[in-house]
């Protein structure tokens, strides 16, 4: 079965840190783009972040620049997304999703997916 699964979510305080993955599992996620996605309760689902197939390109929301790093580890079939500094509007579920592209180098937070992840809650609470 071919599906991305999400680890790594929990509750942080403010300021903290936090590491999510993004794995894949019965198929190889070299070749394609991965995007980190985030919803909170009574909002719409936003992107958060993506990286491309080869790991040159990524984009990231501007609520996160500077905080969230997104990187990816091809032999490992996995794709992290490091969460620094926190906030209490981080609070939300994560989800990771894939989907490829013809050019190797190019990642998008909108458009159509063919794998979603499960999610990971993340909770930024003191």
């Known amino acids: 079965q071919m599906q991305l699964v999400e680890s790594g979510g929990g509750l942080v305080q403010p300021g903290g840190s936090l590491r999510l993955s993004c794995a894949a599992a019965g198929f190889t996620l070299d070749s394609y783009a991965v995007a980190w996605f985030r919803q909170a309760p009574g909002k719409e689902r936003e992107g958060v972040s993506c990286i491309s197939a080869n790991g040159g390109s990524t984009n990231y929301a501007d609520s996160v620049k500077g905080r969230f790093t997104i990187s990816r580890d091809n032999a490992k079939k996995t794709v992290f997304l490091q969460m620094n500094s926190l906030k209490p509007e981080d609070t939300a579920v994560y989800y990771c999703?894939?989907?490829?592209?013809?050019?190797?180098?190019?990642?998008?937070?909108?458009?159509?997916?063919?794998?979603w992840g499960q999610g990971t809650q993340v909770t930024v609470s003191s």
């Open positions: 999703a894939a989907v490829r592209y013809v050019f190797q180098a190019m990642c998008r937070m909108t458009g159509e997916f063919l794998y």
